[in-house]
């Protein structure tokens, strides 16, 4: 079974450039998450999606952050204008429900670094 | 009340020893514990996890002890590998519908040889 599919890898751009980040999760999870992590910390929620839903954004600046879920499958997370802040690990993770407990499978990100 | 505190930042183990990675959490509401494995240039992988209702949990060389009244929970990682040598997280999260983990900030662990 693939995991979650993430791309780029990497990327660098200049402060005020746009950027997205393409994610796609294990077959058959319809739940889908994107996290940022920065250097040294854990990750933290920006999006979780149910199909096409958007369920918890809370944490997304969405001044400068967008997100879309076309199809209920893969996904896109944009930031327009990026930031020097901005630079960090975008994670995209997938879930299936297991029992009461949704278990979740991480990509191996997009390291971004905003110059 | 949503942070999960974890200690240490850095941990070194002599090949064979035991490691152990504590984290405690404020809000009682949550009930599942995950740890989770970092490699360098690699996603998180979960590697054990445990819910309140138990106190102990192991699974090979990987043991998770909880404490609930103490709201304190370790991983111990028991004749440690240099294969070992990761960043370990808690997290923490409560099926409220958000089922928004909340995570510590790590462990870089290092397994001498």
């Known amino acids: 079974e693939a995991g979650v599919v993430q791309s780029p890898r990497y990327k660098i751009i200049e402060k005020k450039q746009p950027v997205a980040f393409w994610c796609n999760p294990i077959?058959?999870?319809?739940?889908l998450y994107w996290y940022r992590q920065n250097l040294g910390q854990g990750p933290e929620l920006l999006i979780r999606y149910e199909n096409e839903e958007a369920v918890d954004d809370s944490q997304l600046p969405k001044d400068r952050f967008s997100a879309e879920r076309l199809k209920g499958v893969d996904s896109t997370l944009k930031i327009q204008p990026a930031e020097l802040g901005d630079s960090a690990v975008y994670l995209c993770a997938s879930s299936l429900r297991s029992g009461m407990i949704y278990e979740q499978y991480f990509g191996p990100g997009t390291r971004l670094t905003v110059t | 009340q949503q942070q999960v505190k974890q200690s240490p930042q850095s941990l070194i183990v002599q090949k064979g020893g035991i490691s152990i990675i504590n984290c405690a959490y404020e809000?009682?509401?949550?009930?599942?514990f995950p740890w989770y494995q970092q490699f360098p240039g690699k996603g998180p992988a979960l590697l054990i996890a445990?819910?309140?209702?138990?106190s102990e949990k192991k699974e090979g060389r990987f043991t998770i002890s909880f404490n609930k009244s103490a709201k304190q929970f370790s991983l111990h990682i028991m004749d440690s590998q240099p294969g070992d040598s990761a960043t370990y997280f808690c997290a923490a999260t409560y099926p409220s519908g958000t089922y928004k983990y909340i995570f510590g900030t790590g462990t870089r662990l290092k397994v001498l040889a």
């Open positions: 077959s058959g999870h319809n739940t």
């Open positions: 445990i819910r309140p209702d138990v």
């Open positions: 809000n009682t509401a949550f009930d599942y």
